[in-house]
């Protein structure tokens, strides 16, 4: 079979690069699928184990944390063994975890299912822009990440809809089945279509220390902000997981800078183009993903949608993304990069504005319209900020340059999904508490209230104490649900003022910088 996919790109002429496209983006597709669909099944999952959210929310956050750190390793990982060993090992040992993931009997397992999904996640994504950014001429370069960006926001917009599909037809535990058949046809074309290792690729040694740094560095500051909460904000416990983590970014810096072949090459971010659009993709991770964890969530929790409900919300946005995309990558192929990154920006900032005011008793096609605007201001976001980055280095950069700028979008996702899920538990206690504070016996309003649940459950039949301890307790369960969603609102509002934050490194994007068509146009 290898030697078919070696003699593929001769054989198959200018057709070749759409079919090695179509296989990475197969892999691409299955691992950012099964990313979003679990979402639509934590609450399906807290109550199947007895778990709260501050556990739960690992299912997604481990996900992302295993990606953020594996995806530095690919270009190693690609000159050593080739894109078809690494994509069909990604692939394989994908499948398997979703396999040991739907049959778990407890939750540590099904976690530990989606770190090992979420690391084989990290290989295939930067290897699939990797892949499409050196199969496209330089003219072309704009569509190529056009392409890639289709596949990172049209995951996200379809996953929740399937998984909503199949947690209410079949169980949350098939959701980790459904981006099988995608793995499978993946695998299949890429003994066809991929590359084998260049004979000529150098062979160094692999950066086991870097990658450790990574882990530890990303792994304690997640840890310390989803504990924070339970643990106390000036807890020891907390205090020494922040240290070990700084230090080990520390550590991490000085030792890239300090080996010839490093895994995370500190050179890339002496390229100022490259570094603005690292701090635009490193918040566009956070609000992206963020986002995506907090609406199927709001509109199970708060508006009470079944599964199948809140993943349709997001259906809309993937269809209009689908026309979308292929215009924003041509875009970017004729015109500087910043005036669409900032258009882009700016819309997604307006929806996470409006969302804030949403409640229980905002529509379903309000919230769809909001959805789907923020969503397709993304799409001119993202080829632009993946095509400006890797248009600044230079060719022997670009593969590291690809999977880090990977990295630094899903460490931004990694750490907007924890920090959004820490923001919604700390505010529902903040707001709780305030609310609380307000219900006294000299409230008339609380009074009302509370004489008006005891009429209603006195028709049940219930004691005068009974009664009193009902309606208290409904009175309390009133107060958290309001506290929830306003800690809800706080989370949209949070996502939209760092979208307004990127605008700011979005703007150097386009400094000195003349679209590669526009060098190609003839003067006069």
Known sequence: MSAVADAAPRELGPAYKWLATATVLCGMLASILSSTMTNVAIPDVMGAFGVGQDKAHWLST???????????????????????AIFIAAMGIFSMAALVGESADVIEVVILARVVQGACAGISQPLALMTIFQL???????????????????????????????V????????????????ALGIMMAFVFLPGRDGAAPRTR?????????????????????????????SVELAV??????????ALILWELYIPNPMLNMALYRVPRFACASVVALIFGAGMFGSMYLIPLFAQQIQQLTPTGAGMMLMPAGIVLVFLFP????????????GPILTGLFTFAVAGYFLAGCDVNTGWWMMVFLVTFGRAGLAFVVSNVNSSALRALPANLIGQGSGAINFIRMMGAAFGVNGLAFIIEYRTAFHAEILTATQTAGNAATRAYIDQVERVVAEAGLAGIERTGMAYNFLGRVIYAQANTMAFQDAFLTVSVIFVCAMVPAWFLGQGVVPPRAKARPKG
Do not use: K
């Open 136 to 166: 496209f001429p330089p003219n072309d370069r704009g569509l190529a990440s056009g392409i890639f960006g289709m596949g990172v926001i049209l995951g996200p917009a379809l996953g929740p809809t399937f998984g909503g599909l199949i």
């Open 168 to 183: 209410d037809e079949f169980g949350w535990r098939y959701v980790f089945l459904g981006s099988l058949p995608m793995c």
């Open 327 to 338: 215009i924003a990558g041509r875009l970017s192929d004729y015109v500087r990069p910043h």
């Open 241 to 250: 997981l922040v240290a070990v983590a700084l230090a080990a970014a520390v």
């Open 206 to 234: 692999f950066d086991w220390v870097g990658l450790a740094l990574i882990a530890i560095a990303v792994t304690c500051l997640l840890n310390a902000l989803s504990n924070g909460q339970r643990w106390g904000w000036e």
């Open 62 to 84: 481990g996900f992302l944390a295993a990606s953020t750190a594996a995806m530095p390793t690919v270009a190693w990982l690609r000159d050593r063994f080739g894109a078809r």
